[in-house]
T-cell receptor, first 117, second 113 residues
Framework: DTGVSQNPRHKITKRGQNVTFRCDPISEHNRLYWYRQTLGQGPEFLTYFQNEAQLEKSRLLSDRFSAERPKGSFSTLEIQRTEQGDSAMYLC???????????????FGPGTRLTVT | AQSVTQPDIHITVSEGASLELRCNYSYGATPYLFWYVQSPGQGLQLLLKYFSGDTLVKGINGFEAEFNKSQTSFHLRKPSVHISDTAEYFCAVSGSNDYKLSFGAGTTVTVRA
């Protein structure tokens, strides 16, 4: 069990550019979540997958944001035409899914810090 | 809609002193409650969770929390803190029909020598 990994850890981009982040969940976990955390706030839910299916999206996830999990393993989060307001820490988490309460325990990666200049 | 309130933004305590972090939640159904800790440059680490049963739950590193349904609270406590407990602490809620977590704004804890 190597934990949840995220790449890159830091990304600096200019306004208007596209960026893509990657998340690799704990290998046996079939649920994967994306959250966004701005300075001084707690994480806010963006979207989650069960296997390759995207089951829920927050209204925070504008049309410029897209997430995929094509083979039910790693996931990517892409932001198109970045804006300064997109600057934040993007966190990925994973959990197992089954009939037990373990399904509700989410394990987080270290995050990708995005700075839009 | 669910929400979490952590009324204390920043707490400073001396090493060896006790710590209590407050958390109040709003949730329309049976809540599942969590405390996470975030150290600088690190991801969120799960300290403890409450699903049902005994209202006093124990977690890692000597932390414990008590679920109080009538007061809709889930306060975190530690009897004696260490310098290494300096971090940001987040309370979160989900529920039996809702897997996503709703977090409070966090409480920054500074433990001084």
């Amino acid at each position: 069990d190597t934990g949840v990994s995220q790449n890159p850890r830091h990304k600096i981009t200019k306004r208007g550019q596209n960026v893509t982040f990657r998340c690799d969940p704990i290998s046996e976990h079939n649920r994967l979540y994306w959250y966004r955390q701005t300075l001084g706030q707690g994480p806010e839910f963006l979207t989650y997958f069960q296997n390759e299916a995207q089951l829920e999206k927050s209204r925070l996830l504008s049309d410029r944001f897209s997430a995929e999990r094509p083979k039910g393993s790693f996931s990517t989060l892409e932001i198109q035409r970045t804006e300064q307001g997109d600057s934040a820490m993007y966190l990925c988490a994973s959990s197992s899914f089954g009939q037990t309460q373990l399904s509700y325990e989410q394990y987080f990666g270290p995050g990708t810090r995005l700075t839009v200049t | 809609a669910q929400s979490v309130t952590q009324p204390d933004i920043h707490i400073t305590v001396s090493e060896g002193a006790s710590l209590e972090l407050r958390c109040n939640y709003s949730y329309g159904a049976t809540p599942y409650l969590f405390w996470y800790v975030q150290s600088p440059g690190q991801g969120l680490q799960l300290l403890l969770k409450y699903f049902s049963g005994d209202t006093l739950v124990k977690g890692i590193n000597g932390f414990e929390a008590e679920f109080n349904k009538s007061q809709t609270s889930f306060h975190l406590r530690k009897p004696s803190v260490h310098i290494s407990d300096t971090a940001e602490y987040f309370c979160a809620v989900s529920g039996s029909n809702d897997y996503k977590l709703s977090f409070g704004a966090g409480t920054t804890v500074t433990v001084r020598a």
